[in-house]
C-alpha cells in the first residue's frame, strides 16, 4: 500500500459527524445557501434529526416524527428501506467496471426493461440524474424529432430550475432575474382552445404537463389530457408527461396518466422515487422513432449524454425500488391508504370554516384554505392576507411540527394549501396520526388559540419586515 493510499484509508466518516456533526446550521449558514437556516429557526423548524428509518425521522432527544413530506417525493418507499440498502451494498462489492463509457453494462438495460413494462407504448429510455434533467432531455428530444422549436406548458406548472426547464416552469416567483429563457408558452390547465390556437402557428414542438400539478395540487380536467393528445398529434406535436412527482405509484396507479383512458404520452420524465432515496437518477422514457432521430448516426452516438448517468449504484437502486413496488404491491397501497386518508379529510370541511377543500389522487393530497365566514376569524384571516398570503397555510405546518412531530409544508409560495405526499408505504396507523394532529390544530385555529395565532403575528412581523 502506498503512502498516499494509506492517508485515505484514515478517513472515518463516522468520527467527523461526531466530532462536527453539531455545526450543522452553523456550517450551512457559512458555506452554503445562507437563507436556509435563517428560514428554519424562524419557523422553529430548526431540529436535529439523527435517525431515520421507514415514514420516520427520530431527533436527538430520542422523540420520533411522522414525515408526510417525502423529501418532496423522494423517498417513495421512505428511508432506508432493507432491499434498495442490500441492493446498493450488493453493487460495490461487486466491483463492476462501472461508467467506462465505451462498452455496455447489463444494469441500465435491465432498468429500462422493467420501466417500460409500465408503459408499453413506449420504447426506449434515457437516463441522467434529475428530474429537471429528465425534462430537459424531452425538450431537446422534441424539439430535435419535430424540427420545431416552441414548447407549451401550463400556468403554475414546475418542472426543474435549470434553464430548459425553468422557460416550462408556470411561476414568475422561480424565473424572475434569469431572463432570457427560452421563447416558450404557458396556457391555463384544461384550456384546449388556448393550445388549438397555438399549435395553429405551426412551430410547437411538444406541449408538456404534469397530470397532478404539484403546486396546488390541481388535477388535469377530465378528458383534457385525451383531447390534448389528439389536437398535438393532428398538427405533429408531442405531449410530454411529466411524473417527475406522480409517477412511480404516487397516485394510485404506476403512472398518473393512466387515470384517464387512452393516454399514451409520447415522452415521460421520471425521478424521484425511482432514486429509493438513496442515488440521484432521472430518466426520459420515449418512443423508437424519437430516438432514432435523435441519435440519427454513429456521429450523433454522444449528441445527448450525462457523465453519471446509467451508473451502477442509481440503476440497482431503481431495479430494487421496482421490484419492492410489485412485492409489496405499493401502488395499491397508496391508492387505498390515500383514500382513506382523503375521505377522513374531506369530511372535516363542513366542520371547519377555514377549511375550504380537499383534494387530489393516492398519497398526493392538497389541503385549501380560505377566508372564513365568522366576523371574528374573518379579521385574523385579513391581518394575515394583508402582510402575506400563503401565511394561515404557515401557521397550520408550524404546530403540525411542533405539537404533534409531523413533518408537513405548504405547496407552494404565496398559497393557501399543504401538500401531503407522505411515503408510499404509510398505512391506518399514520393516517389516524395525521388527522388527529390536523384536528387538533383546527380546533385550536377555529378557537382562538392564543399560541397559533400569536405565531401568526410573528410571521406578520417576518413579511413586513421582508418587504
Not at 412551430?203 to 403546486?215: H, L, N, R, W, Y
Not at 411524473?243 to 404516487?250: A, F, K, P, S
Not at 432514432?292 to 448517468?309: E, K, N, T
Request: charged share 25%; aromatic share 8%; with cysteine.
Amino acid at each position: 500500500m502506498t503512502a498516499v493510499q494509506q492517508r485515505r484509508s484514515d478517513f472515518d466518516l463516522g468520527k467527523l459527524l461526531a466530532e462536527r456533526g453539531s455545526e450543522r446550521y452553523d456550517l450551512h449558514s457559512r458555506h452554503l445557501n445562507h437563507q436556509l437556516p435563517r428560514m428554519l429557526h424562524t419557523i422553529g423548524f430548526d431540529k436535529v434529526y439523527e435517525r431515520a428509518e421507514g415514514a420516520y425521522f427520530w431527533d436527538d432527544q430520542g422523540q420520533d416524527y411522522l414525515d408526510m413530506l417525502a423529501g418532496f417525493g423522494v423517498m417513495g418507499l421512505g428511508r432506508h428501506h432493507p432491499v434498495v440498502r442490500k441492493a446498493l451494498h450488493d453493487v460495490l462489492d461487486a466491483d463492476l467496471a462501472d461508467l467506462t463509457r465505451f462498452d455496455c453494462q447489463p444494469l441500465p438495460g435491465l432498468l429500462a426493461e422493467r420501466l417500460l413494462a409500465h408503459a408499453p407504448h413506449l420504447d426506449r429510455v434515457f437516463f441522467g440524474n434529475s428530474g429537471t434533467e429528465a425534462v430537459e432531455t424531452a425538450l431537446k428530444f422534441a424539439r430535435y424529432a419535430t424540427r420545431k422549436p416552441r414548447i407549451l406548458y401550463c400556468a403554475h406548472a414546475f418542472h426543474g430550475l435549470t434553464t430548459g426547464s425553468l422557460s416550462v416552469n408556470g411561476e414568475d416567483g422561480f424565473r424572475d432575474g434569469f431572463a432570457p429563457l427560452l421563447p416558450d408558452t404557458a396556457i391555463a390547465m384544461g384550456d384546449l382552445a388556448a393550445l388549438e390556437r397555438e399549435l395553429a402557428r405551426g412551430d410547437v414542438a411538444a406541449f408538456v404537463v404534469e397530470p397532478i400539478q404539484g403546486k396546488g395540487v390541481h388535477e388535469s380536467p377530465p378528458g383534457f389530457l385525451r383531447a390534448a393528445q389528439e389536437l398535438l398529434h393532428r398538427h405533429k406535436a408531442l405531449l410530454i408527461a411529466d411524473e417527475v412527482q406522480t409517477g412511480l405509484g404516487r397516485t394510485g396507479d404506476f403512472f398518473a396518466y393512466s387515470h384517464e383512458d387512452g393516454v399514451e404520452p409520447d415522452l415521460v420524465c421520471v425521478a424521484k422515487a425511482l432514486s429509493g432515496g438513496y442515488v440521484p437518477v432521472g430518466a426520459t422514457l420515449g418512443k423508437d422513432w424519437i430516438f432514432r432521430r435523435v441519435y440519427s448516426s454513429m456521429d450523433r452516438v454522444l449528441v445527448h449524454s450525462a457523465s453519471f448517468g446509467s451508473n451502477a449504484q442509481a440503476m440497482a437502486a431503481g431495479l430494487a425500488v421496482l421490484a419492492v413496488m410489485e412485492d409489496e404491491q405499493i401502488v395499491a397501497n397508496a391508492r387505498r391508504t390515500g383514500e382513506l386518508l382523503r375521505t377522513r379529510l374531506a369530511a372535516l370541511v363542513d366542520r371547519y370554516e377555514l377549511l375550504h377543500d380537499v383534494r387530489g389522487r393516492g398519497l398526493m393530497i392538497g389541503i385549501e384554505f380560505g377566508r372564513p365566514s365568522s366576523l371574528g376569524l374573518r379579521s385574523r384571516w385579513a391581518m394575515l392576507q394583508r402582510a402575506r398570503k400563503g401565511l394561515f397555510a404557515q401557521m397550520v405546518v408550524v404546530p403540525l411540527l411542533q405539537r404533534h412531530r409531523i413533518l408537513t409544508q405548504v405547496s407552494g409560495d404565496h398559497l393557501e394549501v399543504i401538500k401531503l405526499i407522505p411515503p408510499l408505504i404509510i398505512g391506518e396507523r399514520e393516517v389516524d396520526r395525521f388527522v388527529e394532529a390536523f384536528t387538533a390544530v383546527m380546533d385550536d385555529a377555529h378557537g382562538g388559540g392564543g399560541l397559533m395565532w400569536e405565531f401568526g403575528r410573528t410571521l406578520v412581523k417576518q413579511a413586513v419586515a421582508h418587504r
